[in-house]
Nanobody
Framework: VQLQASGGGLVHLGGSLRLSCAAS????????IGWFRQAPGKEREAVSC????????FYADSVKGRFTISRDNAKNTVYLQMSSLKPEDTAVYYC????WGDGTKWTINGEYDFWGQGTLVTVSS
C-alpha cells in the first residue's frame, strides 16, 4: 500500500486542522493506521492509531480529547482531526500502515510496514 499524507499547514493557537492519509494500491480497511509526529530535534512519537477494520482507536495522552482519528472506507482515507492546537503540537506528521494490526504495539514505529511522506503542522502562539 502507498500512503499520502496531507492537510498540514499554519494555524494559530487553539485552531483546528484535519490531516488526511489516503491510500493507493491497497485497501486501508485491512490496515491499522497510525499517526506519528516528529518535532525538530525530537524523536518520532506516536499520536493515534485506528486498528484494522476500525475496531479500536488509541491516543497519546498529550492529544487525548483534542484529536480524533476516523476512517472513510469509501474514500480509502484515514483522517486525524486536530482541535485546540498548541505550539507543542508543531511537528511533521506521518501516517503509517500495519496490515491487520490490532494495536497491541501501536506506539512502536517498527510495527508499521508502510509510511507516507510527512505533512508539516505549525501552530503559532
Amino acid at each position: 500500500v502507498q500512503l499520502q499524507a496531507s492537510g498540514g499547514g499554519l494555524v494559530h493557537l487553539g485552531g483546528s486542522l484535519r490531516l488526511s492519509c489516503a491510500a493507493s494500491r491497497g485497501t486501508l480497511e485491512y490496515y491499522a493506521i497510525g499517526w506519528f509526529r516528529q518535532a525538530p530535534g525530537k524523536e518520532r512519537e506516536a499520536v493515534s492509531c485506528s486498528t484494522a477494520l476500525g475496531e479500536r482507536t488509541f491516543y497519546a495522552d498529550s492529544v487525548k480529547g483534542r484529536f480524533t482519528i476516523s476512517r472513510d472506507n469509501a474514500k480509502n482515507t484515514v483522517y486525524l482531526q486536530m482541535s485546540s492546537l498548541k505550539p507543542e503540537d508543531t511537528a511533521v506528521y506521518y501516517c503509517a500502515a500495519d496490515l491487520w494490526g490490532d494495536g497491541t504495539k501501536w506506539t512502536i514505529n517498527g510495527e508499521y510496514d508502510f509510511w507516507g511522506q510527512g505533512t508539516l503542522v505549525t501552530v503559532s502562539s
